[in-house]
């Protein structure tokens, strides 16, 4: 199984976006992760902050939940899970953990903005523009490449 660990800031959205909406996503990147998601038939799990308000049990959801599941069903996306909060840990032990736990996944890649603390992960990382550009063609083609077994790591 392939997986996105997805970040939604500077990402999903950018400081253009945040500061006209309160919306965590902003549509337009999500074009560039459903090619994603075509191209290599992965699955979705949240490694963003915004991960907190989410569960896959929609009840437990709060409303930023709920919206995640929206926008991310219309695309007909799955979101298989999200990474653990750890505390005083990094985004990459957080990942690593989610590894860790899952021995059937056979490729994975990183979105996020982030150019901090990746180490051995870091040749699975597509950083984004971040909060000028977020995810856009070039970065959904790197992303692809990793899931595809032709890019870097």
Same mark, same amino acid.
Not at 32 to 47: E, N, W
Not at 50 to 56: M, N, S
Not at 74 to 102: F, H, N
Not at 113 to 122: I, V
């Given at each position: 199984?392939?997986?996105?660990?997805?970040?939604?800031?500077?990402?999903?959205?950018?400081? *253009?976006?945040?500061?006209?909406?309160?919306?965590? @996503?902003?549509? &337009?990147?999500? /074009?560039?992760? %459903? +090619?994603?998601?075509?191209?290599?038939?992965?699955?979705?799990?949240?490694?963003?902050?915004?991960?907190?308000?989410?569960?896959?049990?929609?009840?437990?959801?709060?409303?930023?939940?709920?919206?995640?599941? *929206?926008?991310?069903?219309?695309?007909?996306?799955? @979101?298989?899970? &999200?990474?653990? /909060?750890?505390? %005083? +840990?990094?985004?990459?032990?957080?990942?690593?953990?989610?590894?860790?736990?899952?021995?059937?996944?056979?490729?994975?890649?990183?979105?996020?903005?982030?150019?901090?603390?990746?180490?051995?992960?870091?040749?699975?990382?597509?950083?984004?523009?971040?909060?000028?550009?977020?995810?856009?063609?070039?970065?959904?083609?790197?992303?692809?490449?990793?899931?595809?077994?032709?890019?870097?790591?």
């Amino acid at each position: 199984m392939n997986v996105v660990f997805l970040d939604f800031d500077g990402v999903l959205n950018s400081r *253009r976006f945040r500061a006209s909406t309160f919306d965590m @996503i902003d549509e &337009k990147h999500m /074009v560039f992760l %459903d +090619r994603i998601v075509k191209a290599t038939g992965a699955k979705i799990v949240l490694s963003t902050s915004w991960r907190t308000h989410w569960d896959a049990v929609p009840e437990k959801c709060g409303e930023a939940g709920r919206e995640i599941d *929206r926008i991310f069903g219309k695309y007909d996306m799955e @979101i298989i899970g &999200k990474t653990p /909060v750890l505390k %005083d +840990r990094g985004r990459a032990q957080e990942i690593q953990c989610w590894l860790d736990s899952r021995p059937d996944i056979e490729r994975y890649v990183i979105l996020d903005d982030s150019p901090f603390g990746w180490c051995k992960l870091s040749g699975h990382l597509v950083r984004t523009g971040g909060l000028t550009d977020g995810l856009d063609a070039e970065t959904a083609e790197a992303a692809i490449a990793i899931l595809s077994g032709s890019g870097s790591f």
